[in-house]
C-alpha cells in the first residue's frame, strides 16, 4: 500500500489549495492561478500519477484500453467516477476541484486518448494501386481515378447523358470532364470566389429539372468575397454555353454588413426539393451567432430555387429574424442531402458537421429546430478548454450520432444506386481528418454499424452517388476524381 502513499499525498496537497478560496490562502511566493481549463494539463495535473502518462494505468487502471471495471463506460460512468470517486479503492472524487465543464473535458480527453491508443494498433488497406480490390464486408470494389491533375476539388455536378461531369475546384475553377478527358481550360466566367482559408468554390450542382428545355441551370455555392476583406457563403445559378459562364442570376446572399472576416467555417450543401433549396451556412467562427436569429452564419436556409423566400419558413414573422433561416445553432454544415423517396412534407433531410475537438454530428435536420451549437456539445475546444458542460439540454435537438473524437466529417450520401446491392439506403460519409470513407447502416433512424471503406488515399472532400450508381468521390493532396467501381 505504501506506493499509493506518495501520488495520493501530492494530490491531496494540491486538492487542498485549490478547494481554499484564494482570498484565504496566505500570499505564497507566486499565487495560484485560477484553475486551467486545458483538459490535458487537469490531466497531468491531477490523475497522471495514478493513471500514468498514456492512460494505460499504474495504481488506478487504464483508461484506454475499453475494459471497464466500474460501470459501462458510457459518457455517464466516466463522468460519475471522476466526479463522486471511488473511495474504496483509492479513487479521488474530484466533484468539489473540477466543475462540470472540466469534467465534461477528461471525458473527451480520455476519448481521443483512447481511439488514439487503438490507432496505433490498426492497420488498413491503401488501396492506392488502381488495381487493387478492397474487400469490404457488403461489397468487393476497385477505386478507379477518373480526373487527375486538379488542384484541390470540393464537389462534382453530374450532367445528363454524355455530357459528363463538372468539378468545382477550391481556388474557383470550374472544370468540365467528359468523354473520359478533362477539358484543359476551366469554364470562362465564373464569380470570383474567396480562395483563402477553408473558403472557395464550395458546390457546384445541376438543377434536377436540368435536362428539361429552358432549364440548363448549374447551380454555384462559394465564399464570396466583400470589398472590405470579409467574406459570406453565396449561391448563384447560371448556364454553360461554349465553355462559358452565362445567364448569372443571384440566388442567396447575406446583408454585406453581416459578412465576417476569418477565413473559417463557411458549410455548404444544396438540396433541392420541389422548388425549394435548402443549403447551410457555417458559424464563420463566431460560436455565439449559430443561436442568434438575426444572423445567417451557423443555419441551415429555405429559399426557392430562384431565389425568392417562402412566406412560411418558420421564423419569417419574428422581428427582426432572417426569413430564409429553418434550422439553427449549427457549427459547419459538411453535408446535407435528402433521403431519397422523402419529399415535400416527408422529407427528410440529414446533415453532417464539423465539431470543435469532438462532437461532428450527424443531425436530421428538423423545422424551426435548435441544434445546439454552442449551448450543447460532444466536444471541447481545440486548446483543450471546454465549449460547455452540457452535452444535452431540454429543447435542443440531439444528433442521431457523434463522433469523439473527430473524424472531421465532410460530404454525406445515402446510396441508393444500382451497382452495390449490399450497400442498399446506407448513409456514406467521408472524413478529411482520417481520411476516410465510411459506410453507416441505419435502422429505425438510428445507426446500426459502422464500416471503413477505405483510409489513408487523400482528404476526403466530398462523396456522391452518379447517376450510374457508382460512388465519385473528391479527393485532396493530389487533388483527384476517384470512384467506386464494383469488384468481383
Ligand atoms: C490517487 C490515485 C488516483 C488518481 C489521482 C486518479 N485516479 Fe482514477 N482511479 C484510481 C483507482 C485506484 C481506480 C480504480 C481502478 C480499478 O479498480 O482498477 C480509478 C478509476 C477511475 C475510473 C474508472 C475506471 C473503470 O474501470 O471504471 C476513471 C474513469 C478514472 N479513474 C478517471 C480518473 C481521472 C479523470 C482522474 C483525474 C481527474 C483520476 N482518475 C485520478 C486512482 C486514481
Redesign the pocket.
Known sequence: MLPSFT??LC?WTVLFWAAVPLSAQSAPAAPPAELTKDAAK??AQ??V???GENLDGG???S?VDDI????DGSDEH?TR??TGG?AS????A?GEVLDASRVRG?VVF?REKAARAREAGTSYAKPLDPGAVVKSEAASFRVEPLATGLGVPWSVAFLPGDAGLLIAERSGALRVWRAGALVPEPVEGTPKVWAKGQGGLLVVQAHPDFAQVGNGWIYLAFSDPSEEGSAMTAIVRGRIRDGRWVDEQDIYRAPRALYRKGGVHFGTRLVFDQGYLFFGIGERGAQEQAQDLTRPNGKIHRIFDDGRVPADNPFASVPGALPTIWSYGHRNPQGLVARPGTTGEGLEIWENEHGPRGGDELNRIKRGANFGWPLITYGMNYNGTPVSADTARDGLEQPVLHWTPSIAVCGLDFYTGGRFPGWQGNLLVGSLKQQELRRLVLDDGKVKSQEVLFRGIGRVRSVQTGPDGLVYVCLEDPGRVVRLVPAP
Not at 471497464?68 to 460501470?71: D, L, N, P, T
Not at 479503492?89 to 479521488?92: A, D, E, R
Open positions: 501520488p495520493a494530490l487537469i490531466y491531477f490523475c500519477s495514478c493513471h495504481l488506478g487502471g483508461l471497464w471495471k466500474h460501470g466516466l467516477i471522476i471511488i479503492l483509492g479513487m479521488p474530484f477528461q480520455i
